[in-house]
Nanobody, 126 residues
């Protein structure tokens, strides 16, 4: 059973930065695409970014393009979300999710993730 643990959330002022980490328990990460989702109070969960198992494909929601960067270090079994120029509307609980895909693929699923972390709170406020 793959387990995911997020970290790096916190309180930051508008315009600030945070880096979220998603650490996985899998023997190898080469078979998993990883996505970040977020859910703000009273709102539906939305996809933020996805990175394929190969790291070649990286997708972003329009609301975060140019501000957020997703990356992965398969040797460390960790995926990162660098968040810059944060806005109050970025406030949410951020979750990482994993889905098994072909080895070293470019697939980035939009839905159907079977493995989820517990979430980390990001609050952007002055």
């Amino acid at each position: 059973q793959l387990q995911l643990v997020e970290s790096g959330g916190g309180l930051v002022q508008p315009g600030g930065s945070l880096r979220l980490s998603c650490a996985a328990s899998a023997f190898t990460m080469d078979y998993y695409a990883i996505s970040w989702f977020r859910q703000a109070p009273g709102k539906e969960r939305e996809g933020v970014s996805c990175i394929s198992s190969s790291g070649v494909s990286r997708n972003y929601a329009d609301s975060v393009k140019g501000r957020f960067t997703i990356s992965r270090d398969n040797a460390k079994k960790t995926v990162y979300l660098q968040m810059n120029s944060l806005k109050p509307e970025d406030t949410a609980v951020y979750y990482c999710a994993a889905e098994r895909v072909p080895y070293y693929s470019t697939i980035c699923p939009r839905a159907g993730y079977n493995y989820w972390g517990q979430g980390t709170q990001v609050t952007v406020s002055s």
